[in-house]
């Protein structure tokens, strides 16, 4: 189809996620064609330099041979196996075996899943089903954080703590509550300890309030991911853990965004030797070159759930659970991520994404760095001292974003002006200089408006008096 049709085919029938609806009809689809390696090709022939991985996922880049190879190979051989009925396939069970080699100690079993949304559903559904059979009906209540972002399911839409997700759906529901997020930036704590104790006893307090017989579950990003690229301090997520083992809650880590070498390590758990009750990964575990998602689950857990009642079945499933073609791909990926050189490429590059994003301190716009791996973000200010955000009226984010297309730049500007980064584990030097050389003009071209200009100068003045 030519391009115009195809936009105005999108703008009549193909709903997008997480848009405002009456925006997209009036700004247009922009239809991606091709990609190879870190780069983009859209239907009007621009080359955009992709520092998103897509939306958090395509860890290895674009165009690996290998995979597409791996996922054609499958398909031929069996396109489609159920796991209902006792049936498997090889690819599911191999994988299965390998996530559970990889993962942290505590995490001996997987369900598979078509993404991080029905991942952290169906987590929700082993919990309850966990407690029910093992006599603690009670259990139902979970805590989660502010900024968070566990999915758009039913029920994990409540978990996830941002307005757009619970405006109009009837969320978060009285059993699903939030604790603040360790947010150093936006806050006046001391030191990293301060802070860490601080969400300790938050979450402390809020089981008291409930009663630890009520409380099932505490669930977190190890870095909050859409909340804006939140990284707490090392040393956050153990004790967070260590408190949830003292309190008798289970704790599930949420690595669908930080998973799969994101961080560093294949699991940002693994970082600080954190063992969850249960684990939720996605994104990079087929890098995006198909769906697929898991829950990774304690034998406690597991066996709580099969001796509760042992003569009926659990009711829980997907059509596409455990899809080989999808299994297939992601033994790939894995594959690439050790003996490709990928998980190392990914350390060894982190410390140049590092300075690339802290030199950008110095530019009129930013206020605060913060990155761990090849995570990252930028929040910008109106006020550096005084850490103002800009007027929404301004719109930024959306002038940030039509700049950076301009500047053949792809990233993530979210609405409260945080900028968000999360390039392959196959970036070269090369390819960093050049996604900061964009960033850093897309950053001048936007505080060259006039307005902007402004807004800038009258927060600092206001300050200064």
Not at 120 to 133: E, G, K, M, W
Not at 276 to 286: E, H, N, R
Not at 442 to 448: G, H, P, Q, R
Request: net charge negative; glycine share 8%; with cysteine.
């Amino acid at each position: 189809m030519p391009i115009q049709s195809l936009i105005e085919a999108d703008r009549k029938h193909l709903i997008h996620p997480v848009i405002n609806y009456r925006a997209h009809e009036a700004h247009g689809v922009t239809v991606l064609d091709s990609a190879s390696g870190a780069f983009l090709r859209d239907a009007a022939g621009n080359e955009l330099l992709d520092a998103f991985s897509g939306l958090w996922c395509v860890n290895v880049g674009y165009g690996q041979q290998s995979i597409v190879e791996a996922a054609a190979a499958q398909m031929q051989k069996l396109p489609y196996a159920t796991g209902y009925f006792h049936f498997g396939s090889e690819p599911a069970i191999e994988l299965a075996q390998k996530l559970v080699e990889l993962s942290p100690a505590s995490l001996q079993h997987v369900y598979f899943t078509l993404g991080g949304s029905d991942a952290v559903d169906s987590a929700l559904r082993f919990i309850t089903h966990y407690f029910n059979a093992t006599g603690r009906p009670s259990k139902k209540h979970t805590i989660a954080l502010e900024r968070g972002y566990h999915g758009s399911s039913t029920m994990g839409a409540g978990l996830t703590a941002l307005p757009a997700f619970h405006r109009n759906f009837d969320l978060p529901l009285p059993n699903q509550h939030h604790l603040p997020s360790p947010y150093a930036y936006r806050n006046d704590f001391a030191d990293d300890a301060a802070l860490i104790a601080a969400s300790v006893a938050a979450l402390e307090a809020k089981v008291a309030e409930l009663g630890a017989d009520n409380v099932a579950a505490f669930f977190c990003e190890p870095i909050q991911g859409s909340g804006g690229v939140i990284v707490p301090p090392v040393g956050w997520l153990k004790a967070m853990r260590e408190t949830c083992r003292k309190l008798g809650v289970l704790f599930v880590a949420d690595e669908v965004i930080t998973g799969f070498g994101r961080t560093g390590p294949l699991f940002a758990c693994q970082a600080e030797d954190v063992e969850p009750d249960l684990m939720t990964v996605a994104k990079g575990l087929t890098a995006g070159y198909a769906p697929m998602g898991a829950v990774l689950m304690s034998d406690e857990i597991y066996q709580g759930i099969a001796d509760g009642d042992a003569e009926a079945v659990v009711g829980h499933g997907h059509t596409y659970s455990a899809h080989p073609v999808s299994a297939a791909i992601g033994l790939e990926v894995l594959r690439l991520y050790h003996e490709g050189g990928l998980l190392a490429n990914g350390v060894a590059r982190a410390p140049r994404f590092a300075r690339g994003l802290d030199a950008l301190l110095a530019h009129p716009l930013v206020g605060d760095s913060r990155h761990r791996g090849l995570l990252g973000a930028l929040e910008l200010v109106a006020d550096k001292d005084s850490k103002a955000r800009f007027d929404p009226a301004l719109k930024l984010s959306e002038r940030i974003a039509a700049s950076a297309y301009q500047n053949r730049l792809v990233f993530r500007a979210f609405g409260d002006n945080i900028l968000g980064f999360a390039p392959a584990l196959s970036y070269t030097e090369a390819e960093f200089d050049l996604l900061f050389e964009r960033l850093e003009k897309t950053l001048d071209d936007v505080l060259a408006q006039a307005d902007v200009r402004a807004a800038l100068k009258v927060k600092t003045h206001a300050a200064a008096c």
